[in-house]
């Protein structure tokens, strides 16, 4: 056993002024670790996106205030999360053991959490988890699309032409891409990334996960847009295929390379340019431009 082994046996053992994400279910509650329970009944602090979904967790859980202790709960969400972390650090510097918990999922991913983890490091405490349910996880592991190399892109940004940038950044990324999406931008998130990403590259819309109508819907991009359009309820995680590598030889690349040499740029700069765009050989470039040119 490891020095540090007998900690998970009891919340209090680790010390003051800790910070314990914890990770709460997606939809069924049933899905909850057992240690949620016991670090919620045994936090100095909750800290929670809502409180209100707080309570009802806590109810759902069996968990009864103790009117022996003097435990504290507060908001703590994307509205206040910047000016409420210095009274969280304060309140951890005096030994407090802090149990955040978001709405679903696993807190500061898409949601608040990264600034207290951030002030906790600095300040020299210690940071924690409970693990748990993972909307993107799970989205990743039934959608069917490979799972060896993934990216979390989380929620594409709200305006056409920003959403769109990003969508076009990221034409090219091999990997498996996760985004969180509102129900109501769903249909336009979807018809942009057909439009930039390709009509038939596989994706999957996952739809309230774990809850009672879940639904997973796999598709080209284009299909699953034609799909919302006629619009979309609950929690949406989509999941899309990675770009394919693209096959490509020095001379498909000629043309581009000549009509940049005959506007003035040196050849080896652009056959540098066009080396770490394309993968090629910057030698084979340059090779395949002088023999096509006689030079």
Request: glycine fraction near 10%; proline fraction near 6%; include cysteine.
């Amino acid at each position: 056993m490891r020095p540090d082994d007998h900690r998970s046996d009891s919340p209090h053992e680790e010390g003051p002024g800790v910070v314990v994400l914890a990770a709460t279910p997606i939809g069924q509650v049933g899905d909850a670790p057992p240690r949620l329970a016991e670090e919620l009944a045994a936090a100095d602090v909750i800290a929670a996106e809502d409180t209100r979904r707080l309570r009802r967790l806590l109810r759902d859980l069996g968990i009864e205030k103790d009117p022996g202790r003097d435990q504290v709960v507060i908001s703590y969400h994307e509205h206040n999360e910047a000016s409420r972390t210095a009274d969280l650090v304060s309140r951890l510097d005096a030994g407090a053991r802090i149990v955040l918990v978001t709405d679903a999922g696993m807190p500061s991913v898409s949601d608040p959490g990264y600034r207290l983890v951030r002030a906790a490091v600095e300040a020299g405490h210690r940071v924690t988890a409970v693990p748990g349910p993972s909307a993107v996880l799970t989205a990743l592991a039934v959608s069917g699309l490979p799972v060896d190399r993934f990216c979390f892109e989380g929620f594409l940004p709200r305006k056409a032409g920003d959403r769109r940038r990003v969508l076009e950044g990221l034409a090219e990324e091999p990997r498996t891409m996760v985004f969180f999406e509102a129900p109501h931008r769903l249909a336009e998130a979807l018809t942009d990334m057909a439009q930039i990403l390709g009509a038939e590259r596989p994706a999957a819309v996952c739809r309230e996960l774990t809850k009672t109508y879940e639904e997973v819907r796999r598709g080209g991009l284009g299909e699953l847009a034609e799909w919302a359009a006629d619009g979309v309820r609950g929690e949406i995680t989509v999941v899309v295929q990675g770009a394919q590598p693209r096959h490509t030889s020095p001379g498909d690349h000629l043309d581009v390379i000549a009509e940049r040499v005959g506007s003035g740029e040196r050849l080896k700069d652009v056959c540098a340019e066009v080396a770490a765009a394309t993968g090629l050989s910057k030698k084979a470039l340059y090779d395949a431009y002088l023999a096509r040119t006689g030079r």
